[in-house]
């Protein structure tokens, strides 16, 4: 029996991969073709930066991105299909899916075919149990791998459902799901889901620990409250948090192996869209489903089973459901008339269209031979055909997209090759100046958004580095004898130093002034900080100015030197752009000095410092003592000092963001907004079109439109092969 199955199996994988070198190819046609279809894209929005903005040329080419883009998308939509399906028929499994609605024996049969026990596959006659899509591979180990949900995923396949059902706006995220206020509906079906949902609330502790740890492995006898709605008659919600389980054990057959077993939750449930999210694994998991049935409580195909089997033919990744999905009447234990009532039922209401294997076998031989034999010899027969139908799906989808890129780009290549006329020198200027002054203003709207979202929050965090940093290397300071390498060695110095004056009091003084000039010297350091915010700045603008003039002063690496030479051509101008040349010196001029800025702001727990020996210590009299007590004392006072000063910069330099906000704004309303804005713009293109655009000094239009009709040839022979 075990020999047989195998030799089902290794026959159903063998034939299968067959297919294996068309589908590559076809992947990689798709993979090329995004790659043509993004130079086009990228030609096509150049061209569209030089024509006239209004002419026929530019509604064309406006026209035709948006056509490219449609492109594109058809294009990526397929190659994940073909990707999906790739890895269908090149997995060393057979996986069979096992569906049906809540309490029919699904969970029954699984553990008798797996060998695990209801711990690890929940199963309760006419109760539903199983929560979660569980995966079983044939394996020497015995484990569980949980792939827990994220909080984004949780939020948009478990709870968005549920929300959408009752016309809702979904959380964002879960502290806004925990504090979400649901109002009383008028029909029942909504309360239902509401039901769900305030228990999901009012349970957050049982899951939202787990949304935060991706994935882990478990032992078999630690999975059920992973994958059940209850435990006995308490329910439990862990399972919300679970994405996905496999689960890796031996099964009772030792010799068969390559068999995948998935444990598909009770389907036919009230939310269409929750049991979708438990199918939605068919394109790529699943190569045949049983949908059990069981003679019991009634016999009838009811609403519940044709709910069950529309979410199932709808997600069925091949043309015929019926080659998709076998059904199973499991009749052990059951009486005769009712299993009678039951396949006269099953096949009238379908119409014979699908197979019914029937089984009365209560244990794992019996099932196996029952069931697994006769599913993969409907494998064998079907499988090959289902994989070729959908291959042969794929690549009647890949022509009918390639037939339209090959029309399409044999259409732009004709129009864009005759009846052309070049636009006047002075119209191609303002319309390339305008569309750079338009595409820099939208670069600098999202700078201004960065820079606002960044307001919301008072630390900086490469200030609180520094200071992190600052406080580290003055605690050493204070710890090493104060510059003196060690405490031992300011203990000999200061000792000294007493004794040559006869007094403590100038040597303490010397003392505390050489800490006070220590601690301002390292808070100046944050100068460095404070121009790196502004370089980061500068940076962002010479970006923006590199992207709408591409190739120009290439040989200036850094953003100021970049932007310091872009004024020396604006110099250079004949007719003047003081506008444009003020906006970059005034920013370019952007300075933060700490000891004229904050230094002032934060100078008071410096003064706890006192150069002036306290009372307490000259009391007293032993030389040895004093010299450590002193120590001691500034050490402490020292500490107190450094970290007071910290915190207070920790606030005072969060007036860093908004002067980089407020300079970065007002530069941006002068060089785009200002009434001589659009001027000095032509002006600047005028000056310099032929040393930002290099490759085009002669006819700019032409030189661009002969490039994009040498892509669409190449796109249109491409097409045709």
């Known amino acids: 029996m075990d020999n047989k199955i195998q030799n089902q199996i290794e026959f159903v994988l063998k034939t299968r991969k067959k297919n294996l070198p068309e589908v590559k190819q076809l992947e990689e046609k798709c993979e090329i073709f995004k790659g043509e279809l993004g130079k086009i894209e990228r030609k096509l929005l150049t061209l569209y930066g030089v024509c006239e903005k209004g002419s026929p040329v530019a509604s064309y080419t406006s026209k035709s991105i948006e056509k490219i883009k449609e492109y594109f998308t058809d294009i990526s939509t397929l190659s994940t299909q073909i990707t ?11 996986n069979i899916g096992f569906g049906g609605k809540k309490g029919k024996g699904k969970s029954y049969i699984l553990q008798k075919i797996s060998g695990l026990s209801n711990e690890v596959v929940p199963s309760d006659s006419g109760l539903p149990l199983t929560a979660v899509r569980s995966k079983l591979l044939n394996s020497t180990i015995e484990q569980a791998h949980v792939v827990f949900h994220t909080e984004d995923s949780f939020l948009s396949e478990v709870l968005k459902p549920y929300f959408d059902a009752i016309s809702e706006q979904s959380p964002s995220s879960i502290e806004n799901f925990s504090k979400f206020v649901f109002k009383k509906y008028p029909d029942d079906v909504t309360n239902i889901y509401i039901t769900s949902l305030k228990a999901f609330q009012s349970n957050m502790e049982d899951f939202v620990p787990y949304l935060y740890q991706k994935s882990r492995d478990f032992s078999l006898n630690e999975i059920y409250r992973f994958v059940t709605y209850r435990i006995g008659n308490t329910p439990i919600y862990q399972y919300l948090a679970v994405k996905e389980v496999l689960i890796y054990c031996k099964f009772p057959h030792s010799e068969v192996s390559s068999l995948g077993l998935i444990d598909l939750p009770g389907l036919g449930e009230l939310n269409p869209t929750v049991a979708k999210r438990h199918t939605s694994g068919f394109a790529d998991e699943v190569d045949v489903v049983l949908y059990i049935r069981r003679p019991k409580e009634r016999v009838d195909f009811d609403n519940e089973d044709h709910l069950a089997l529309k979410i199932l033919t709808d997600n069925a990744p091949v043309i015929n459901p019926e080659d998709f999905i076998i059904f199973v009447h499991n009749e052990g234990g059951c009486e005769k008339k009712e299993i009678e009532q039951m396949l006269e039922d099953t096949r009238r209401t379908l119409n014979d269209k699908y197979q019914v294997i029937r089984s009365s076998s209560i244990d794992t031989l019996g099932l196996s031979k029952d069931i697994l034999s006769k599913v993969l010899e409907h494998l064998g027969s079907k499988l090959a055909l289902m994989d070729k139908e959908k291959l042969d799906k794929l690549q009647a989808h890949f022509g009918i997209i390639r037939q339209g890129i090959q029309d399409f780009s044999a259409e732009s290549y004709k129009y864009f090759g005759i009846g052309l006329r070049g636009n006047s020198e002075d119209d191609l200027i303002i319309s390339k100046s305008e569309f750079c002054r338009g595409e820099f203003a939208r670069l600098c709207e999202l700078i201004k958004l960065n820079l606002r979202n960044d307001l919301s929050s008072e630390e900086d965090p490469q200030i609180l580095d520094a ?24 203990h000999k110095k200061i000792t000294r130093d007493i004794a040559t004056q006869g007094a403590p009091i100038g040597v303490y003084e010397k003392a505390v002034n050489r800490m006070r000039v220590e601690i301002s010297s390292e808070f100046a350091s944050l100068n460095s900080s404070y121009l790196n ?45 003081d506008v444009f040349k003020y906006s970059l010196v005034n920013v370019l001029n952007l300075k933060i000095d700490h000891r004229t800025f904050f230094f002032p702001r934060v100078y008071g727990p410096i003064r706890r410092l006192d150069p002036n020996i306290s009372p307490q210590l000259q009391k007293i009299s032993d030389g040895n003592e004093l010299v450590k007590e002193m120590y001691s004392f500034l050490r402490n006072v020292g500490f107190r000092v450094v970290n007071d000063i910290a915190d207070l910069l920790v606030r005072e330099t969060a007036i860093i963001k908004n002067i980089l906000f407020v300079t970065f704004e007002h530069f941006d309303d002068v060089i785009i907004r200002h009434a001589d804005s659009k001027k000095e713009w032509k002006m600047f293109i005028k000056t310099f079109y032929n040393e930002i655009w290099q490759d085009d000094p002669s006819n700019r239009l032409n030189s661009k439109i002969s490039e994009l009709r040498k892509a669409l040839k190449s796109l249109s022979h491409f097409a045709m092969q």
């Open 84 to 94: 999906q399906y790739r890895s269908k028929i090149q997995r060393d499994t057979v």
């Open 533 to 577: 915010a502004i370089d980061r700045l500068l940076s962002k603008i010479a970006e923006n100015f590199r992207m709408i003039f591409p190739g120009f002063l290439s040989d200036y690496s850094s953003p100021r030197d970049y932007l310091n030479q872009l004024v020396t051509c604006i110099d250079n101008v004949e007719e003047g752009m």
């Open 467 to 490: 200071l992190a940093g600052i406080k580290s290397r003055l605690k050493t300071f204070l710890d090493t004898g104060m510059g003196s390498g060690s405490y031992e060695e300011w």
